[in-house]
Structure formats: structure tokens, C-alpha cells
């Protein structure tokens, strides 16, 4: 069944490293979304992409962070370096959106980032 | 700038009784309006959404919300909860933010426990 794909599930990294976590959208779907979650700040949205090219990144801080989309199939999100303040679950999301409404996006089950 | 309450944090209902978790918004037109529910461990799962018309709609699960536009509301309900409702709830508020970008904000979720 079409699932939204995550690697690592999970990842512990010493800090100053570099963490790169991937996304496999759904097959046909044309906006990939890229969030993180901790209890302090819960689901915050970092980037969305639409039909691979950025549509907003304002969540993510731009002096560490970078998210690309090489393909229609592959999504990444980069941290370098890695800070122990980065650390959280990492949730990426694939939808359709024909141009209009809202996108009804699905999950993919996270990357739990710790960093020490 | 918009904003989505969920005023509880933690709610522990005994099996069988009915629910209610709020979410509020602060936006000045009627957004898109969605509620996930995140069970421990897994992604995010889309329990029902509100984009026009019928301002009670129904979801999977047994899940219903009602849109209120006076009260800037979007309430989800169950009349009898089951144990295996026990996760997070999470509110999510959809906006148009220009021409081709939207703006999603989540709520910070509500826990939900479940008693036998």
C-alpha cells in the first residue's frame, strides 16, 4: 500500500556531526512537507516543496538546516552541524494539491533525531 | 499572525464516555481545518478535515467536528471512546498565504488517556 517512507527511523549523533534524513513521498503526490516536533514547541512546519522546487522554508533555520528535493521520489533534510538542540522527531509528509483547497497530506512515521 | 490553541494538555476519559477536544483559531477568513491523531511511535493519521459546506463533518473511527465561525472553533467529539483512542490529538489550521504558498499551523496537541 502508498506509504510516505522515512530513514533513519531512528538516529543518535554526536554533536558537530552532519544528519541527513530522507523521504520517499507517495508516488504521484506533488508537495513533500517537512516538520519537527519536541514537547517544548510541538509540530512545527520547517519547509514545503511543490512539484520539487521550495515553496516556503521560513521554519528552518538557514545557517544549519537545508532541504532539497533531487527528485520527484527523494526528499532530504540536512543538519550541519548537528546541535544537541536539534534534537527531535523529524516527520516528512506527501500530498496531492490540484490548485485548490487545502492538501490532505500523509505521514510517514519520523526519524528520531538525538544529538549529544 | 494566526494562531491554533488546544487548551488541554492531558484528558483522561473512561471508556465508553464521550469526548470532546477543543481547538481554536485565530485567523481573519475561514481556513482549511484538519484533525491527526498520532499514536505512540507511528506518524500522523488524518482523523477528518473542513474545507466548505457542512460545518459538521464526519470521520474515520467513529470522529465528528464541528465548525463554529462565530466561535472560531473546530471541536472534535466522540460519543463513546474506546481504548485504543488513547494517542495525541493534533489541530491543524490551514491558510492561503499568497497566490501559490499556504501557511499550516498546529495546535500543540492533546494527550488523550483512556481508562478501562
Known amino acids: 500500500d502508498a506509504r510516505v517512507t522515512q530513514t533513519p527511523r531512528h538516529k543518535v549523533t554526536e554533536m558537530g556531526q552532519e544528519v541527513t534524513m530522507r523521504c520517499q513521498p507517495i508516488?504521484?503526490?506533488?508537495?513533500v512537507f517537512w516538520y519537527r516536533q519536541t514537547m517544548m514547541q510541538g509540530l512545527e512546519l520547517l519547509a514545503y516543496f511543490r512539484n520539487r522546487a521550495p515553496l516556503d522554508d521560513s521554519g528552518m533555520p538557514k545557517d544549519r538546516f537545508s532541504a532539497e528535493m533531487p527528485d520527484a521520489t527523494l526528499a532530504t533534510l540536512k543538519i550541519q552541524p548537528s546541535e544537541p538542540r536539534d534534537s527531535a522527531v523529524y516527520f516528512c509528509?506527501?500530498?496531492?494539491?490540484?490548485?485548490?483547497?487545502?492538501?490532505?497530506?500523509?505521514f510517514g512515521q519520523g526519524t528520531r533525531l538525538t544529538v549529544v | 499572525a494566526q494562531s491554533v490553541t488546544q487548551p488541554d494538555i492531558h484528558i483522561t476519559v473512561s471508556e465508553g464516555a464521550s469526548l470532546e477536544l477543543r481547538c481554536n483559531y485565530s485567523y481573519g477568513a475561514t481556513p482549511y481545518l484538519f484533525w491527526y491523531v498520532q499514536s505512540p511511535g507511528q506518524g500522523l493519521q488524518l482523523l477528518l478535515k473542513?474545507?466548505?459546506?457542512?460545518?459538521l463533518v464526519q470521520g474515520i473511527k467513529g470522529f465528528e467536528a464541528e465548525f463554529k465561525r462565530s466561535q472560531s472553533s473546530f471541536n472534535l467529539r466522540k460519543p463513546s471512546v474506546h481504548w485504543s483512542d488513547a494517542a495525541e490529538y493534533l489541530c491543524?489550521?490551514?491558510?492561503?498565504?499568497?497566490?501559490?504558498?499556504?501557511?499550516?499551523?498546529f495546535g500543540k496537541g492533546t494527550k488523550l488517556s483512556v481508562i478501562p
Open positions: 491543524d489550521v490551514v491558510t492561503a498565504a499568497g497566490a501559490r504558498s499556504y501557511q499550516l499551523t
Open positions: 508516488l504521484g503526490h506533488n508537495t
Open positions: 473542513y474545507f466548505s459546506g457542512d460545518t
Open positions: 509528509a506527501s500530498g496531492l494539491n490540484r490548485g485548490r483547497g487545502g492538501t490532505e497530506a500523509f
